[in-house]
Each structure stands twice: as C-alpha cells, then as structure tokens.
Nanobody, 124 residues
Framework: QVQLVESGGGLVQPGGSLRLSCAAS????????MGWYRQAPGKQRELVAT???????NYADSVKGRFTISRDNAKNTVFLQMNNLKPEDTAVYYC??????????????????WGQGTQVTVSS
C-alpha cells in the first residue's frame, strides 16, 4: 500500500513563512501530479497549487507570488513554501498525489492519495 505523511504546519504571525512537506512511501511505481489543497472552517476544500511530473506548476490566484510548490522525485516528496502569510491563509492543508502502483495480477493502478492534513494558523 501507499502512505502519505505531511509535516510543517503550525502557528505563524502575519507576514511569516512556513514550509510544508508531504512524503509518500510504499509500493510506488511513479507519481504524476502532486498538489496542495486547503480547507478553512465552514468552507469547501480548495486547490492551492499543483505540479506535474514535468515540473509545470499552477497556483490559485490568492497565493500567486507568495507560495511556491516544488517536488523531489527521488524522495517522492512535494513541498509548499509559503511566504508573506496572511490570516486568510489559515486552514488545514492537504497534499494529494496521483500515484501509479502495481495491483493484483500485475496490473497497473492509478489512484489519488490524500495526506492526513496539517493545520496552518496565521494570527498575531
């Protein structure tokens, strides 16, 4: 099976920075898209940023110029560098990885896996 472990959340003052990490382990053949999503209290989960296997990135308008997504393919890990944080960035952040693995009878299976979530709180 596949396991995802997130880390890096916490409490930070407005204008501060945090770096989130999400590492995948287990029976992984390859990883396509990696992404970060967030969900604030009372709101729907929303896309923050994605990165393809080729390194192309996409960002929500609200985080452009402040957040940077990157990946380490050798370590099956995706990062989110968050700078100039604002109170409205407060949310639980989730990573999502599109992972190829070998299923039963040797078949190839592609599935989305989600991290457990990490709390980011921006407050003075």
């Amino acid at each position: 099976q596949v396991q995802l472990v997130e880390s890096g959340g916490g409490l930070v003052q407005p204008g501060g920075s945090l770096r989130l990490s999400c590492a995948a382990s287990g029976s992984i053949l390859s990883i396509n898209d990696m992404g970060w999503y967030r969900q604030a209290p009372g709101k729907q989960r929303e896309l923050v940023a994605t990165i393809t296997s080729g390194g192309s990135t996409n960002y929500a308008d609200s985080v452009k110029g402040r957040f940077t997504i990157s990946r380490d393919n050798a370590k099956n890990t995706v990062f989110l560098q968050m700078n100039n944080l604002k109170p409205e960035d407060t949310a639980v952040y989730y990573c999502k990885l599109e992972i190829w693995r070998r299923g039963g009878s040797g078949s190839l299976v592609k599935s989305d896996y989600w991290g457990q979530g990490t709390q980011v709180t921006v407050s003075s």
